[in-house]
């Protein structure tokens, strides 16, 4: 399986060893099977005298007894322990125990291992508004009542999110009429939770619902109400009461687990656990589990999760600030579906009465336009077999053959290496959008298609006017109706109405062209020419809305229950395409040099930059998109300081968000 890590046997004390396998075949089978460390054996100098005399008799070969050695030192090496053998207990407090790296593992591992093993009702995701009154009823294998001062989390966090939550909690003691109320609350609910607190333990000889509970439970089904049982320990509890409608399994009560089940039902985190063993009397088998996708990127209201230290990261934006790399900016972080970072630093401009950036704040976002606008609706088209990559451009738009462009592929767009040139400054010498893109039909090439890599407008720009062609719609208006509105996005767009004003974030104080603050209008000369709406730049979005767009991609097309792409195109667009360039198509690859992303994202990422400050990253390996809105380019474009900045930035995030 490629696993080389320690490999480690459960308690060999445990009865079904003991009363099965005598001590020397015990470990035999243990240490042939690959484990490494044997914990618990009855008797330990018995252990190691019957592991002598095996490898004596050759039933062990002791080659598995140096490797397993080697492998234990290698690891008390990696953990210091060779140059600190004693364990300092205020440290291990400090640093360990409370450690947001180990919390954070803790919530990751909780939330892979909730497992949806029947839903046939479609009660999951649920949605609290459709319920006005939910209840409650904890089913627990404790004997002493619950005192009022007595929090669950689950319940906590239950009330949290819904309307009205009434609880009740049953112990093994509680009588009929304890059974009673809490049947006539689940009579007027309109939603019926049922959390076990169960656990399966040594030597009991059951691992069943008490009868009690079991009668109870079918009791509540016969009310044909949307009921959802909650295993929080002991996963065989369906064999009782398999007539549920949903069973979800989260295989143990901490608490990171009882927030976990709360979220999966609530529909903010993918569904993913399998069953690890089969559930008798049902058809539930080991690796059973029903995989269901969040409803999308989840916003929690923290600014910054607790289980992550942004703290150098929030010193290198205010930095950022303080040494004019920029005046204002929004950084985003997300991970596996959730913001973990959101916040905003500094003003509209460096005036102490500025504006204050919001995350409400839009930015120019110049060439992520490319990416988040052209190139998504371009998939869109590919995906509906309207758009073929090695069709030649003409075949679309006939005009564009002249001067020697006839070989150019839709590829070729997207690769930057058309041959055409990288801009033209048409604003010095053209005053119309038709003009422009007459002017562009027109140019020559610097070089042949395929023969070298240019980044070019000029290419985005003619893909913006294929797609046009194609779907019979200006791009504005297709982005809009297959994507931006579909998703409830209203802060991502192309000429910013009068409304928005107030939140666009100036970029530049133009004094070659315009002579005024460019605010509330595209920075680019060329997109302002083509009226605001153009392939290469032209958007104008937050940072939340971008980040919308980015978890469809990580999610590999999808977002809630529809799907926006195929997974194969995702995948093949969003990954590096030859070695002349770190393209992939429409989008940018890392690179191992020199990368805007730094040194530490895997090589395995995409992403973007935009002249007026803007970058997106997104690192596959991690499940990690990385929002950074800034507008470097005021009060000049010739402010460049940001080119530093954003390596070291994502660096630092990368610190922020590995475990070690």
Not at 480 to 505: A, D, G, R, S, T
């Amino acid at each position: 399986m490629g696993f080389d890590g320690l490999v480690v046997t459960d308690a060999m004390n445990m009865l079904a060893v003991v009363d099965n396998f005598s001590t020397y075949d015990a470990m035999k089978l243990a240490v042939n099977a690959g484990n490494d460390i044997i914990i618990y054996p009855p008797n330990v100098e018995e252990a190691i005298n019957v592991l002598d005399s095996a490898v004596t008799n050759n039933d062990i070969d002791e080659e598995l007894i140096n490797v397993s050695v080697k492998k234990i030192l290698a690891a008390k090496r990696w953990l210091g322990l060779d140059k600190e053998k004693f364990i300092d207990t205020t440290k291990v407090k400090q640093e360990v125990i409370n450690n947001v790296n180990h919390r954070r593992l803790a919530v990751e591992v909780a939330e892979k291992s909730i497992t949806l093993v029947k839903d046939d009702k479609n009660l999951i995701p649920v949605n609290p508004a459709d319920y006005y009154k939910t209840s409650c009823i904890f089913l627990t294998d404790r004997t002493i009542p619950y005192q009022p001062e007595e929090k669950i989390l689950f319940d906590e966090y239950l009330k949290e999110n819904f309307n009205y939550v009434k609880t009740h909690k049953l112990v093994l003691t509680s009588g009929e009429i304890d059974f009673d109320n809490a049947f006539a609350d689940a009579k007027t609910s309109n939603l019926i939770l049922l959390p076990v607190f169960l656990n399966i333990k040594s030597f009991e000889g059951n691992i069943l619902l008490d009868s009690t509970y079991v009668e109870f439970v079918n009791k509540i089904l016969k009310l044909n109400k949307p009921t959802i049982l909650i295993s929080f320990g002991n996963p065989y509890i369906l064999s009782d009461v398999p007539e549920v409608p949903s069973y979800i399994c989260a295989y143990g009560k901490v608490n990171v687990s009882q927030k976990a089940v709360v979220d999966a039902m609530l529909g903010r985190i993918n569904i993913s656990g399998r069953l690890p063993i089969s559930i008798p009397n049902t058809k539930y088998i080991y690796k059973s589990g029903l995989l269901k996708n969040s409803n999308g990127l989840y916003f929690p209201k923290e600014k910054a999760d607790s289980n992550y230290n942004f703290g150098f990261v929030d010193s290198l934006m205010n930095k950022g600030i303080a040494e004019s790399a920029f005046p204002g900016a929004v950084l985003l972080v997300a991970q596996r579906g959730k913001v973990v970072y959101h916040k905003p630093f500094g003003k509209h401009t460096y005036d102490n009465n500025a504006v204050e950036i919001s995350e409400e704040s839009m930015f120019d976002i110049a060439s992520l336009t490319k990416v988040l606008g052209t190139t998504s609706a371009a998939m869109f088209l590919y995906d509906e077999g309207k758009l073929k990559l090695d069709e030649y451009v003409k075949t679309y738009l006939s005009e564009f053959a002249a001067n020697g462009k006839e070989k150019v592929t839709i590829r070729n767009l997207l690769l930057h290496n058309s041959g055409l040139p990288a801009f033209n400054p048409f604003y010095k010498y053209l005053s119309k959008a038709d003009d422009v893109v007459d002017d562009i039909m027109n140019t020559k090439l610097n070089s042949a298609p395929g023969e070298k890599y240019v980044y070019s407008d000029l290419g985005i720009i003619t893909l913006q006017k294929i797609i046009e062609k194609i779907s019979g719609k200006t791009l504005d208006e297709f982005l809009k109706e297959k994507l931006f509105v579909p998703l409830k996005l209203w802060h991502i767009m192309f000429n910013p109405p009068l409304e928005y004003q107030y939140y666009c974030v100036p970029t530049e104080f133009d004094k070659e062209w315009r002579h005024s603050l460019v605010k509330g209008k595209v920075h680019d000369e060329t997109s302002y020419l083509l009226n605001g709406v153009a392939g290469h730049a032209g958007l104008f979005s937050t940072a939340a809305d971008a980040a919308v767009i980015m978890q469809i991609l990580m999610n590999k097309g999808s977002y809630g229950e529809k799907q926006f792409f195929k997974s194969t195109t995702v995948e093949e667009w969003t990954k590096v395409q030859n070695e002349q360039s770190t393209r992939g198509l429409g989008w940018d690859t890392k690179s191992e040099e020199n990368s805007s992303a730094g040194k530490k994202f895997s090589l395995n990422s995409f992403g973007h930059t935009g002249f007026t400050g803007t970058s997106i990253w997104a690192d596959k390996d991690r499940d990690l998109v990385v929002i950074l809105f800034t507008n470097r380019v005021y009060p000049t474009r010739d402010n460049k300081k940001i080119i530093k900045f954003r390596p070291i930035l994502h660096d630092a995030i990368i610190d922020a968000v590995d475990y070690f």
